[in-house]
């Protein structure tokens, strides 16, 4: 048997020990088990870990020889424990290898992928190491191991651009009582627009350690969130389009039609969308405090086409998932072209990923498209606050 027909017959078994005859029977076949085998070894190591089996879950995770592939198993498995404060000890071990696989593998270059340069790879290697170490310094602050985690967040940070790791490395530096090093540090962030609100709080206790004059800290604090406004305008000016719109007339979910051209002269958001899309729903809390500060705005308008969702069931399902989380959202249906799995409206502006917001100026022009979700809340709510200002300025 080929080795995706092998695959085939792993993922059709629902019993775990027979999953793991045919993998065994897998190997015994195939000497170098490639891209194939490391999908059912993390399948099975998976599996076996949410059964409480760590022996079998080590026994899976070592056949897996390209060692990247390795470290993001452990890596996916040591956040969520993380996160939870659970089993700290087994989530710094396994996170701990996750690092070590990573350098070697930085040293050694053995499982690239065809589809990267060199350099490529390195990057993503070194991408992946920092994230890593995010996690892994995570872990040792859980343990009150303060001063290793500081060592780790501080390669973690790398470049400096997600909110969330400066965050944590602001955290770390002020738990350890360097104030000065975190009030650097946070200015830093908060200049460059990559500071969260809780760095921003951290900030301030790190300043008035190191300067306890209440006043100073404000006049300080305005001139970085005044230079950081400034800095984040000019790159969402250069984001900014001029492209054809297209008039649609879809049904909300109490069936009133609703057509883009009712909506002439105002700012128009299109968040395109789906109740499948975990990306979109972590997006929702962050657009529902959009949704609230615009709600009596009557120059915005901002409308979620629900798209790509397919059933028979399709307004029961997004209704029931906007009521359970008590979302205040107008809500729009892109319609399914008969006999066909393609829909009427995302489409016509480009979309083939969710989620996707489409910024429509009182021209009637697409003026901005952000596609995916960078996980932050305080970044999402800026960026679509400071697209609207542009738009009305």
Avoid at 36 to 65: P, Q, W
Avoid at 178 to 198: D, H
Avoid at 248 to 254: A, C, S, V, W, Y
Avoid at 340 to 350: L, Q
């Amino acid at each position: 048997i080929a080795k995706q027909n092998y695959y085939t017959l792993f993922s059709k078994e629902k019993d775990l020990n027979k999953k793991g005859d045919i993998f065994s029977e897998f190997l015994k076949k195939y000497k170098d088990p490639g891209i194939v085998g490391n999908f059912m070894a993390r399948t099975l190591a998976m599996e076996s870990f949410n059964n409480g089996d760590l022996d079998s879950f080590d026994k899976y995770a070592n056949t897996i020889k390209d060692k990247a592939f390795r470290a993001s198993l452990y890596n996916s498995i040591a956040w969520p424990l993380a996160e939870k404060g659970k089993d700290l000890d087994f989530a710094a071990k396994i996170s701990k290898s996750s690092l070590d696989l990573l350098k070697s593998e930085k040293n050694e270059m053995a499982n690239k992928p065809d589809y990267f340069s060199e350099n490529q790879y390195k990057k993503y290697l070194t991408d992946s190491y920092n994230m890593y170490a995010d996690t892994y310094a995570f872990i040792l602050f859980k343990q009150g191991k303060i001063d290793e985690a500081l060592a780790y967040q501080e390669e973690a940070v790398g470049d400096g651009k997600s909110n969330d790791v400066n965050e944590r490395y602001i955290e770390f530096l002020v738990a350890n009582k360097k104030y000065k090093k975190a009030k650097e540090k946070a200015e830093e962030f908060i200049r460059n627009g990559v500071a969260t609100q809780k760095t921003k709080d951290l900030y301030k206790t790190a300043f008035l350690k190191v300067n306890p004059d209440e006043k100073e800290y404000k006049t300080q604090m305005a001139a970085l969130e005044k230079v950081s406004h400034e800095k984040q305008m000019e790159e969402v000016k250069n984001k900014m389009t001029d492209e054809k719109s297209f008039d649609f007339t879809l049904k909300d979910l109490k069936g009133k039609d609703v057509s883009l051209s009712s909506l002439k002269g105002k700012i128009v958001i299109l968040d395109f969308w789906a109740t499948w899309c975990g990306p979109c729903k972590a997006s929702f809390p962050g657009m529902q405090k959009v949704v609230t500060k615009y709600k009596d705005d009557p120059n915005v308008a901002i409308l979620f086409i629900d798209t790509f969702e397919r059933g028979n069931d399709r307004v029961k399902k997004v209704s029931d998932f906007i009521a359970k989380n008590k979302y205040t959202f107008h809500v729009l249906l892109d319609n399914q072209i008969k006999d066909s799995n393609e829909f009427e409206v995302a489409p016509k502006y480009g979309i083939t990923g969710i989620p996707t917001k489409i910024i429509i100026g009182p021209d009637g022009k697409v003026k901005f498209r952000a596609v995916g979700y960078s996980g932050n809340v305080d970044k999402l709510v800026n960026e679509m606050d400071m697209m609207i200002e542009l738009l009305k300025s």
